[in-house]
């Protein structure tokens, strides 16, 4: 899981330093800033964004009157506004954020703000997915997939085969086109040939040398895992929630 973030703020200093600060957050992507209301609507008109970390005080317009747009145009948008001044908290709870943070922000609270927003994310993910359905294309027109039931995608030569809990089937997409179609479901590019899922993974396993690895799905299939992406995998299932030890 991935989450597409953005910071709108007119202090240029403060999006620096909470930048910084949420590499930390392995399943935080920032995929740009914003130092108004109107650059931050340039933006959301042509990028995907699924969290918006917004200053109450920009210039251009308030960060309440932004959140009210962002909430009945883009209503998927969750929102963590950020203020100088605890009392414009009080107004804020009218547009249902996700936590408020106060300037100077503090690591620790910033850490406590992350936990609620992955929460929030994996809540809506599991809910969202089992019951998600993808037009792909076949041969002489499209198939329609429910997400929750593939088991994993399978490339071999020029066919991909694409394997549900219930039947497999060729898909005329192409790997890339894909891994694009089911960005935001949890699916994990595992190997250059094989697309998994991480909610049917249970369990990674290496050889003795632990110089190759595999990934065990749900129904005891077993797919390659690329040995310099152990790491990663690891990384994503640990944003999922699932320790690692």
Sequence with gaps: MQIRTMIVDDDQQ???LLAADLKSFPFISLINTANSGKSALAVLRTEKVDLLFLDIEIGDITGLELAGHIQ???PHIEIVFVTGHAGFALEGYDYR?????IKPINFFRLEKTMMTVQKSFQESQKSSIPNHKIGMKVSGGIRIVNVGDILY???SGRKI???TL??????GDSMKEIETMFDGYGFYRAHQSFIVPLHHIIAVQSDSTARSYTIELLNGQQIPLSRNKYSELQTL?????????
């Design 161 to 163: 085969s694409i394997v």
């Design 72 to 74: 009945s145009v883009y």
């Design 166 to 171: 219930h039947e497999s089937f060729i898909s």
């Design 153 to 155: 995608i399978e490339k």
């Design 97 to 101: 954020p996700l936590d408020f943070l």
């Design 14 to 16: 403060a999006i620096d």
């Design 237 to 245: 299932l640990e944003a999922e929630g699932i320790q690692i030890v």
